[in-house]
């Protein structure tokens, strides 16, 4: 099941994964983790919404043009030539971001380039919660590893190149 939808769709509180398109080789200082180098291709980061702001605002946040370097994947997604090619989240009651990650490395055979990426505050094991996914479009697989885990995707296809600072 794919379902297009728009940010009023998505639910109050739950996970998320971005699908993150890497235009071409790029250098970006991360907060404490230093200079990583990205490499050519699509990335997927998945977190929650759930907090007082939840999954609308979350994401919306990810989505903006302009905003205050505050987590690890604002540092990337502030770089000219990373675009956000879609969004695939779920409602939740409980925090998923774990067991999403982990099923996206078994299914899809991403990785953790970085270790640490995006998961000071994972408990579960996580090596990081920016994974690589190659370098053709995982959104299709990226749904179904949701679908198989019981969640109910809703698909953002947002495909534009987002404005730095």
Partial sequence: MRTEAGLEELPDRGVYTLVIYVGGPLEVKVGSLGVLDFRTGFY??????????????????????????????DYLLEKP??????????????RMECEVNKALMA????YAPFRGFGSSDCRSGCPAHLLFAGEEDPTDRV???????????VLLEVERELEGP
């Fill in 44 to 73: 997927l980061y998945t977190g929650s919404g759930m907090g007082s702001s939840g999954l609308k605002e979350r994401i919306k946040r990810h989505l903006g043009e302009r905003k205050h370097v505050f987590w690890h994947i």
């Fill in 81 to 94: 030539g990373v675009s956000i090619k879609s969004v695939v989240a779920s409602g939740s009651r409980a």
């Fill in 107 to 110: 299914s899809l055979g991403a």
């Fill in 143 to 153: 749904v179904a590893v949701y679908l198989s885990l019981g969640l109910k995707p």
